[in-house]
């Protein structure tokens, strides 16, 4: 029996919620915008995006909690996502539970993907008491990193690992790992 777990988040400007059909239009563009899939191996499909929100919604439906839908009130009522994961792959830091994040270009430079990961991180330390968060990027995704580290997340550089789903040699299969770790005091 899952936990009852908020179906819904808000923080000071975004509203992190379950997905709804009307997502996977602006969801689709998203994943195909170049732009936005720069440090993933190729941009999706219409297929492809629509089966990676299937899997979203199967996460939230075994756990509770995934990676959910970023609405920005008064201004989109879809911006991408923010939230938690579970890596499909193993590594020296599996199982482990991923922090990440995926905005439409045009949402870029305001904030939002760091203050949606802040909200995110306090509900995966406060409200299912995770004892730590990981999350992981192409070495080379400054953009990235550099919210990671506005979170909160270190970075030991010895833990950068070959992504195992990046095909050898390619200049994304350097990633880095960060991590969270809840507080106990």
């Not at 440090?39 to 629509?50: C, G, I, K, N, V």
């Not at 990676?67 to 599996?94: D, K, M, Q």
């Not at 991923?98 to 995110?120: D, M, N, Q, S």
């Amino acid at each position: 029996m899952l936990p009852d777990l908020p179906t819904e988040m808000e923080s000071q400007r975004l509203i992190l919620r379950r997905w709804k059909t009307s997502d996977l239009v602006p969801f689709a563009a998203m994943n195909a915008d170049a732009k936005v899939m720069e440090f993933f191996p190729a941009p999706l499909t219409r297929p492809e995006s629509d089966s990676l929100a299937t899997r979203i919604q199967l996460h939230f439906d075994e756990r509770g909690y995934g990676l959910w839908a970023v609405e920005i009130p008064r201004v989109t009522s879809f911006a991408g996502f923010i939230g938690l994961s579970t890596p499909r792959f193993e590594a020296h830091f599996t199982p482990c539970v991923e922090i990440g994040w995926r905005l439409a270009a045009e949402f870029w430079g305001h904030g939002y993907a760091t203050e949606g990961a802040r909200r995110v991180l306090q509900f995966a330390f406060q409200s299912l008491a995770l004892p730590e968060v990981v999350s992981m990027t192409a070495a080379i995704n400054q953009r990235s990193r550099r919210v990671m580290e506005k979170i909160g997340m270190t970075r030991t550089p010895q833990e950068d690992f070959d992504h195992p789903l990046v095909p050898q040699p390619h200049r994304l299969s350097r990633h880095v790992l960060y991590r969270s770790r809840r507080c106990l005091t």
